[in-house]
């Protein structure tokens, strides 16, 4: 996801979005957990999407 992206966001989309990525996060580590991964790489950037998420919306908070 670009950052160029994110901050076209409205707030409350970037919250749904977060909570999306969350979920999908947590379903790949429990994946993970059980059997290997076909793109272990995946964990990573679901954390830096995440993050990136996160920094917009705490920079759009600071802002307003």
């Known amino acids: ?3 160029s992206e994110i901050k076209e966001m409205t ?3 970037i919250v ?3 909570e999306s990525v ?3 996060l947590f ?4 994946q993970h957990g ?8 995946k964990l990573s950037m679901l954390k830096k ?3 990136r998420l996160k920094t917009i919306a705490q920079q759009k908070q600071a802002l307003a």
């Open 11 to 13: 707030n409350a989309e």
């Open 34 to 41: 059980i059997r290997q991964l076909d793109n272990t790489a």
């Open 49 to 51: 999407d995440i993050a």
């Open 16 to 18: 749904m979005k977060v």
């Open 1 to 3: 996801m670009k950052i």
């Open 22 to 24: 969350e979920k999908e």
């Open 27 to 30: 379903k790949l580590k429990f």
